[in-house]
């Protein structure tokens, strides 16, 4: 899609917090229906993934399209763990490429061609064809780690289920 502009919010591209709370908030209310594959969604995105903006550890890239956020991508690189965290399309916008490019400069902001993302049962379907597409390996299949009756699959890493359960 040749009119996609791609911004990324980041530590060094905070200069209104104010601005970066509007756009912050509206990309949450975008992914809002992963509260309900992910119960504390609402709390690891206002109380970690925002904060880890402003320390460097995370970052946002956001695809606009005729100036609408047509998609968003949150990925994390502290320095131990480099991963995406979500992706997620504006349905208008959907089988127009722009999973496929945020996929592209998630890879490209964490400098790795493997890292690692985690994907619900419900999820995976859609996920499937970009995921063969980039070779990620699924290295591992967690029954109930967010919600029962739900597996998390994880694809270039693994998730540490001895010390934390991150279900409520």
Do not use: H
């Amino acid at each position: 899609m040749d009119n996609q502009i791609i911004k990324i919010i980041a530590q060094n591209t905070i200069v209104d917090e104010q601005d970066t709370f509007n756009t912050t908030t509206k990309i949450f209310n975008m992914l809002a229906e992963s509260k309900e594959l992910y119960p504390g969604f609402f709390n690891w995105y206002f109380r970690k993934f925002v904060p880890g903006l402003r320390d460097g550890s995370r970052k946002i890239i956001v695809s606009y399209v005729e100036g609408e956020i047509g998609g968003v991508a949150l990925i994390k690189n502290d320095g131990v763990e480099k991963k995406i965290c979500g992706v997620r399309v504006n349905g208008k916008y959907r089988k127009m490429g722009i999973g496929v490019r945020l996929f592209r400069e998630c890879l490209e902001v964490l400098n790795t061609t493997k890292p690692m993302v985690t994907v619900s049962s419900e999820r995976l379907s859609s996920f499937s064809k970009i995921l063969k597409y980039y070779d990620f390996k699924l290295e591992q299949i967690n029954k109930g780690y967010y919600r029962e009756n739900s597996n998390e699959y994880v694809f270039n890493g693994s998730l540490d289920t001895t010390t934390s359960q991150p279900r409520e």
